[in-house]
């Protein structure tokens, strides 16, 4: 290969990084929120394994719903359902940083979702609850940027 060509090549490789996306919902191989319906936290009070086969993509994630009436309900709100930070763990997000969560770790607070790492994560949370979600909150517009 000649040496003209091969810095292109190589230019291009150091600038991909600049083009990677930033990953705003939290997600793996089973969809956002490991594939748990987010609607079924705030209609029947618990986590709920989605259908693959009723799914919605937004914001870049694959939305797992348990009933075709959860799906019809986040299509047409989906901010509403959706956890806050992404899906990230609400604790992680009021120390500065993103973490995975565990759909079981949950709670809803004004009316907004809230998952953390796991449910000893979640206890720590709950202690400072409030002062943890205006940390986050903070956090958040910083921190979702972040790879």
């Known amino acids: 290969m000649k040496r003209a060509s091969l810095i292109p090549l190589l230019m291009l490789c150091f600038s991909l990084p600049i083009f990677a996306q930033k990953a705003l ?10 594939g748990y319906d987010p609607v079924a936290y705030f ?12 799914s919605y993509d937004w914001r870049g994630a694959s939305w797992h719903f348990a009933s075709q009436d959860n799906l019809t309900a986040f299509q047409a709100s989906p901010e509403k359902f959706a956890p ?25 607070v004004d009316d907004k979702l809230y998952l953390n790492y796991n449910l ?28």
């Open 120 to 147: 000893d994560v979640k206890e720590l949370w709950n202690k400072k609850q409030a002062e943890h979600i205006k940390t986050a909150d903070k956090n958040w517009p910083t921190v979702s940027q972040q790879e």
């Open 25 to 34: 919902v939290f997600t793996n191989a089973e969809g956002a929120i490991h």
């Open 84 to 108: 806050q930070f992404g899906g990230y763990c609400a604790y992680g997000m009021s120390k500065g940083y993103k973490a995975p969560t565990d759909p079981q770790a949950w709670t809803i």
């Open 43 to 54: 209609k029947e009070g618990k986590a709920l394994k989605g259908n693959p086969t009723l």
